[in-house]
Each structure stands twice: as C-alpha cells, then as structure tokens.
C-alpha cells in the first residue's frame, strides 16, 4: 500500500527494534510465569505443570515462539495503526478539528487508540480478554 511505503525510514527501524523487544519479553514472561511446578497431592510430590515428555525443542516452537509472533505482531499492528492515524490527519488536510466528521473522527481516535495500546505492549492482553476460559 502506497500509505505504508511513505514511513520514514527511522520509524521502520523504531517499530521493529520495539516490535522485536516485545516478543523476547512475551517468551521470556512465559518462560517465568507459566513454568511454575504443581504440587500432586496422590504422589505427595511436586511436578512440572508441563507434560515432562516435552523436548526443549518442543516447548521453545509451540510455546515461546507462539507468544514471540504474536506479541511481535499485536506490536507492530500498533505501529500501524498510529501511522494511519497520522496518515488520515494529514490526508484530511483540516485546519481545524471542528471540521473533521463523526466518522472520520471515529476512525483516527479508534486507530490512535489502538495504536497506543499495541506500541505499550497491551493489545495481546486487549485481544486475549474476549477469550473463554
């Protein structure tokens, strides 16, 4: 897309230095948090939550790259969604905000915000809500 080609080269570079910062935390957060032991109250011993048949290999592509890509993107979809709201500012060429219609306010408030919360590190949790348990 012609909008997306437009960026500056510097925040490409941000994006995807920040976007990769946020995927190695999302596999390490899971290696801490999620690793824990549970204890097994007819063997009266303490054992991993994960099925111990795992290979490190396993659990590295089915677990800590899953959250790697998915932060990765929820983040980089962040940095998109900022761009497009700077992008429809300028394209509207408004001196003042008054001017701009509902909807085309809508549009850049929703893709600020959306922006916002993907660049803080947040949308996976924002996606993840509507999740059933």
Known sequence: MKIFSEAPFCYVVIALFWSFYQGYRGA????????????VEATKEWRDSRSPDWTCCQQFIVLY??????????TMAGFVS??????????????????????????????FIVGVIGVGGQLHHVILLGKKI
Request: proline share 0%; hydrophobic share 50%.
């Open 28 to 39: 390490v957060e899971h290696k801490l948090f999620y690793n824990q032991k549970t204890y």
């Open 65 to 74: 790259l899953h959250d790697f890509v998915f932060r990765f993107v929820c």
């Open 82 to 111: 900022l761009y497009f709201a700077y992008y429809l500012l300028n394209t509207f060429e408004v001196k003042d905000l008054v001017q701009l219609s509902a909807g085309s306010s809508a549009l850049i408030a929703s893709a």
